[in-house]
């Protein structure tokens, strides 16, 4: 593995640490064997950082299996109707031409979460990442049926027996019930949840649902039973380009091999030369990713905390101040903490977000309810009739984009006087669309050229939502 990070100059192992100011502008590379080809057995940890992660972790699953239960306005609130193409979202419904709209939620996201970055590191990968968040419970599920790591790894070893058969068979059914529960829950974004859930478990879900069900499942039950770290370390882009957005400022989780080294075991109370570090390799066995954060800043670390809470466990039991490991940046490692807000990088990233925020405001605000399509007849230009009339046929394409049924009054407007043959009020359901035939006439004698631009317009009625298009009346002048 190799260590390249410029924040590695404050965190790196004890013996650069001692041989190289730590405010150096050049970059230390580093050379460390890889702990994490084999298999990790995590051992869990109890802790301040773990109870924020747990608790955070746990609301994003509970969000994630709720939300599709949540209705608004009699209708599911957040739906990817992919049938329909609609995306509903408490109300609101996002056509594919309004997807835009979505593109400059991502991009914004994107923004957000550069600007978290910048000030914490990788926090999103330790306390909101899915990936993360499943693996844990996974973990959770593994440790309740098989027990701790040190018994993991014994498990692990001993040979086939019918104890271990069956904590296997129980964990993975666990993690398969578990998995399939997530394939419902993903699926049911795109599936009306409640019909979902039910066809599911009377055994009546069509062939493509059960199957794109099942295919989340599978990829659940890899990806947090097996894969875990894995895909961290070698799936993830956002692990790759992090480091662009670290400045001297970003907080990350960091040994402070200033006091802690020369590391070395000892007993409690014991004088001694060494520094606080009592080498018990807990800030190790704790690590999801199984690096020594000792070796300095790694692109594997995904800055959970849990190395910070095992070592302040640590070093509460052996009388010592906490936080040789913490979260810290390379500034405050060096007593030249800035306030964040100097930093041009969370500035500008701030900035970039609250410019995508007002132009999603603005993009919302604009957008209208109604959408508006007229399209000419292509057989006929005009027809004349025995009362000196020229008539021209439109179909107009009319979408309710809301989730109620809506009355429309349709307008024509030029510069003549038009006539709108027929009905002029219409209802359309919700999220319909109405392909509408239309004849519009006009007095011979009153039109002066061949071409007329015309105009029309559909509005809501008790509303102020319209919408207007031109398009041309002919006439045989
Ligand atoms: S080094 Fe510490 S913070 Fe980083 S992943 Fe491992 S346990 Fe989590
Ligand atoms: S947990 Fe703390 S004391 Fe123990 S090995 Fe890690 S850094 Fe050293």
């Known amino acids: 593995m190799l260590n390249s990070n410029s924040n590695s100059s404050a965190v790196e192992n ?40 747990t608790g955070m972790n746990s609301l994003l699953v509970a969000l994630f299996f709720l939300l599709p239960f949540i209705s608004y306005q009699g209708r599911q609130a957040i739906l990817f109707n992919i049938s329909e193409q609609q995306f509903i979202f408490f109300g609101t419904t996002l056509w594919p031409q309004d997807f835009t709209i979505l593109a ?31 693996t844990f419970m996974f973990v959770w599920i593994e440790e309740r049926i098989e027990g701790s790591s040190n018994k993991r790894l014994a498990l692990d070893k001993a040979p086939m027996s019918l104890k271990k058969a069956s904590k296997r068979i129980s964990k993975h059914l666990a993690w398969g019930a578990i998995a399939l529960l997530t394939g419902c829950g993903f699926i049911a974004y795109f599936i009306p949840a409640r019909e979902l859930y039910l066809d599911i478990l009377t055994f009546e879900a069509s062939f493509w649902i059960a199957t794109w069900v099942w295919f989340f499942a599978i990829c659940t039950y890899l990806n947090a039973g097996w894969m ?10 956002y692990a790759r ?54 070796n300095g800043l790694q692109y594997e670390c995904i800055n959970c905390g849990a190395c910070v809470d095992a070592c302040n466990q640590t070093m509460e039991k052996f009388g010592y101040k906490t936080n040789l490991i913490s979260y810290a940046s390379e500034n405050e490692l060096v007593d030249k903490a800035v306030p964040f807000y100097e930093s041009y990088k969370f500035l500008g990233y701030g900035i970039a977000a609250l410019i995508m925020l007002a132009v999603i ?84 004698n009153a039109l002066d050229k061949s071409r007329n631009e015309i105009t029309f317009v559909v509005a809501e009625q008790h509303s102020h939502s319209q919408v207007a298009q031109n398009s041309s009346f002919f006439s045989p002048i």
């Open 241 to 294: 380009f992090q480091s662009v957005m670290f400045d001297a400022n970003t907080k990350t989780v960091t040994y402070d091999a200033s006091r802690g080294e020369s590391r070395g075991p000892r007993k409690r109370k014991q004088e001694t030369d060494l520094g606080d570090c009592v080498d018990c390799n807990l800030c190790v066995d704790v690590c999801p990713t199984g690096i020594d954060i000792r």
């Open 14 to 53: 004890s013996n650069v640490a001692k041989s190289r100011p730590l405010t150096s502008q050049r970059i230390p590379i580093k050379q460390i064997d890889s702990q994490t080809s084999g298999k990790i057995h995590i051992r869990q940890q109890k802790g301040y950082f773990q109870r924020i992660r």
């Open 104 to 134: 400059w939620i991502f991009i914004a996201a994107a923004f957000l979460l550069f600007f978290a970055t910048v000030f914490w590191g990788r926090v999103w990968c330790g306390y909101l990442c899915p990936q993360t968040a499943w």
């Open 361 to 444: 405001g603005f993009d919302i605000s604009s957008r209208s309810a109604i959408e508006l399509n007229v399209i000419r007849d292509r057989q006929t230009l005009y027809r004349e009739t025995l009362t000196d009339a020229i008539e021209n046929s439109f179909t107009l394409k009319i979408r309710n984009k809301t989730q109620q049924a809506r009355h429309y009054q349709i307008y024509v407007s030029g510069n003549n006087s038009y006539q709108l043959a027929g009905k002029s009020r219409v209802l359309i359901e919700a999220g319909e669309q109405l392909d509408y035939p239309v004849t519009v006439s006009a007095d011979l």
């Open 228 to 237: 875990r770290e894995q895909m961290c370390l070698h799936c993830c882009p």
